[in-house]
């Protein structure tokens, strides 16, 4: 019998991570349906990068237990929000908003949370559009609502965010103050670089900087 519950654990298991990589499925195809047609219609590409990942069966049972859940598949999916996610990397910050816009807007998306860190950054400087929407994918059996936790992003908060992310992993979450302040700081460079090219590319886009003409002096790049 023991081998029975073990086998029905894990045809349920497969099932539920399933689930969750068939929403990153649905997701990653309306961003590709939006880079294609941005590319074809605006002749630009606002996406750099588009990554995925399934949180590890480990790191899942590590915060069920980190926040005392059920350990029940209905409790997991209801507590457990993060199980997919979706890391948009976009050129400009505009962009970052644009593509949040057109996402999120999205009649069969529900939105359940948004969570501005760029409008407000989080005390270490870290800096992203997160939102988490639920996303129908349609199994053999019906319909379920899969959550995916998304992130919108410029190249700029990134490469911040990644190297962060190393450093912190490093000193094992114990970070010495000094650190924090450098990364803090570094942060703070990373918003400047952002603005500087948000500015130049409204200033590109508003004709502002013209294609360059035959008489043109230009300088080598
Ligand atoms: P990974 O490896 O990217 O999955 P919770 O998700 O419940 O722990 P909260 O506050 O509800 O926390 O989630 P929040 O703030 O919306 O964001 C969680 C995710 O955002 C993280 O997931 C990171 O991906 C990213 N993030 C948030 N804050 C930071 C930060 O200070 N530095 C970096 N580098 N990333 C951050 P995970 O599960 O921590 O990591």
New binding site residues.
């Given amino acids: 019998a023991l081998l029975g519950d073990l086998t029905q654990l894990r045809t349920e298991f497969t099932r539920f991570m399933l689930q969750y990589r068939f929403g990153v499925d649905e997701v990653i195809t309306k961003i590709g349906i939006l880079r294609e047609e941005f590319r074809l219609l605006h002749d630009y590409n606002p996406i750099e990068h588009v990554g995925s990942?399934l949180?590890s069966p480990e790191?899942i049972i590590a915060?069920v237990a980190r926040?005392g859940s059920d350990p029940s598949f209905e409790a997991i999916r209801e507590s457990?929000?993060?199980i997919a996610?979706v890391?948009l990397t976009c050129s400009f910050t505009s962009d970052v908003y644009r593509l949040f816009d057109m996402l999120t807007s999205q009649s069969d998306l529900t939105v359940i949370?948004v969570?501005d860190?760029i409008a407000h950054p989080?005390p270490?400087?870290?800096r992203?559009l997160?939102a988490?929407v639920k996303v129908p994918v349609f199994l053999s059996d019906g319909a379920v609502q899969v959550t995916v936790?998304l992130?919108f992003r410029t190249i700029a908060m990134d490469f911040?965010?990644?190297?962060?992310?190393k450093i912190?992993y490093k000193y094992r979450r114990e970070v010495p103050r000094e650190v924090v302040d450098h990364l803090t700081e570094a942060a703070e460079t990373a918003n400047r670089l952002d603005s500087l090219m948000e500015d130049l590319h409204q200033r590109v886009h508003a004709g502002g900087i013209g294609v360059p003409g035959p008489d043109d002096h230009l300088v080598p790049t």
């Fill in positions: 990942r949180k790191s915060k926040k457990i929000t993060d996610g890391r949370e969570k860190y989080k270490n400087g870290y992203s997160h988490l936790e992130q911040w965010a990644s190297l962060e992310h912190f």
